[in-house]
């Protein structure tokens, strides 16, 4: 069965940084698009963020030049650095795993979520 381990997610105040990371096996990250998506309450989900195993990336218009996703080779994890976080960032942060060069649903694996709040 395949895992998708996150962590990272809490509590912070609006302005403040928070850092999500994403483990899975070799197998999955060596030929997977990896990214973000997240659901806020009363919203559907939504793609926040990609990145190829080429190292491409995508962002959602929301989370430009606040969010950075990455992705670390040797210890089979993706990152997502959430800086300037707001209010309406509040959600639960899914990792998404897909064979596909974009992240677009449908998506193949799904981490089990973890909750971002951001105080105002």
């Known amino acids: 069965q395949v895992q998708l381990v996150e962590s990272g997610g809490g509590l912070v105040q609006a302005g403040g940084s928070l850092r999500l990371s994403c483990a899975t096996s070799?197998?999955?990250?060596?030929?997977?698009?990896m990214g973000w998506y997240r659901r806020a309450p009363g919203k559907q989900r939504e793609l926040v963020a990609a990145?190829?195993?080429?190292?491409?990336?995508d962002y959602a218009d929301s989370v430009k030049g606040r969010f950075t996703i990455s992705r670390d080779n040797a210890k089979n994890t993706v990152y997502l650095q959430m800086n300037s976080l707001k209010p309406e960032d509040t959600a639960v942060y899914y990792c998404?795993?897909?064979?596909?060069?974009?992240?677009?649903?449908?998506?193949?694996?799904w981490g089990q979520g973890t909750q971002v709040t951001v105080s105002s």
């Open positions: 998404a795993a897909d064979p596909k060069e974009t992240l677009m649903r449908p998506v193949r694996y």
């Open positions: 990145i190829t195993t080429g190292g491409s990336t």
């Open positions: 070799v197998s999955i990250f060596s030929t997977n698009t």
